[in-house]
């Protein structure tokens, strides 16, 4: 079992609609957990972190996290083209661990004008 | 916001040749960086955590003696990739973290390397 995991997609939404983005953990002593996007052929970009559970929302992105279930989601609401990117999820898996992040295989998002 | 440079962008060599890429934290100290590889369509793999002052830490697998990683002040890490074959072709990016602000990491926009 990969410690991170998301649905490769691709996933298309139409511009506006609401993209949602569904990643899960295997570590239950997982503390910080991070969405990234990722341009073609360039470095991801931080979107949102969350610690707690529940939503924390920034402008149109929603970060929700459910520790029990090991479950950490991103939702994108007005969806636009600009948005279409592949996203990743990362999930700090230890305390004290040298290995900081560890990153799902992403999910290729495509807004669909 | 916090900003992280790497340079160069893109290389482009014949095999044998030894590269070195720099990642510098522009606006705060960084005493850990990370270093990561990507070939295409997939995730970012950690090949090794360099720490300011010390040894870097590598993931299993990765070679020590090849990917030479040198952290020789709060805001500059340099990796080398000695004697480079075309199965090093990748994606490098590194990352930093604030000292101060643990969390999250800011990544350097990445070298595209390529070896002919």
């Known amino acids: 079992q990969k410690e991170v995991e998301q649905n490769s997609g691709p996933l298309s939404v139409p511009e506006g609609a609401i993209a949602s983005l569904n990643c899960t953990y295997s570590d239950r002593g997982s503390q910080s957990f991070f969405w990234y996007r990722q341009y073609s052929g360039k470095s991801p970009e931080l979107i949102m972190f969350?610690?707690?559970?529940g939503d924390k929302e920034d402008g149109r992105f929603t970060a929700q996290l459910n520790k029990a279930s090991q479950y950490v989601s991103l939702l994108i609401r007005d969806s636009q083209p600009s948005d279409s990117a592949t996203y990743l999820c990362?999930?700090?898996?230890?305390?004290?661990?040298?290995?900081?992040?560890?990153f799902g295989s992403g999910t290729q998002l495509t807004v669909l004008p | 916001g916090a900003v992280v440079s790497q340079h160069p962008s893109r290389v482009i060599c014949k095999s044998g040749t030894s590269v070195k890429i720099e990642c510098r934290s522009l606006?705060?100290?960084?005493?850990?960086m990370f270093w990561y590889r990507q070939f295409p369509k997939q995730s970012l793999m950690l090949m090794a955590t360099?720490?300011?002052?010390?040894?870097?830490?590598?993931e299993q697998g990765v070679e020590k003696d090849k990917f030479l990683i040198n952290h020789a002040s709060l805001t500059l890490s340099t990796l080398t990739v000695t004697s480079a074959h075309p199965e090093d072709s990748s994606f490098y990016i590194c990352?930093?973290?604030?000292?101060?602000?643990?969390?999250?990491?800011?990544f350097g926009d990445g070298t595209r390397l390529s070896i002919l």
């Open positions: 606006d705060f100290q960084a005493t850990t």
């Open positions: 990362a999930v700090k898996v230890a305390s004290g661990s040298a290995r900081q992040l560890t």
């Open positions: 990352s930093a973290r604030d000292r101060q602000g643990g969390q999250p990491q800011h």
């Open positions: 360099s720490n300011e002052g010390s040894k870097a830490t590598y």
């Open positions: 969350i610690y707690s559970n």
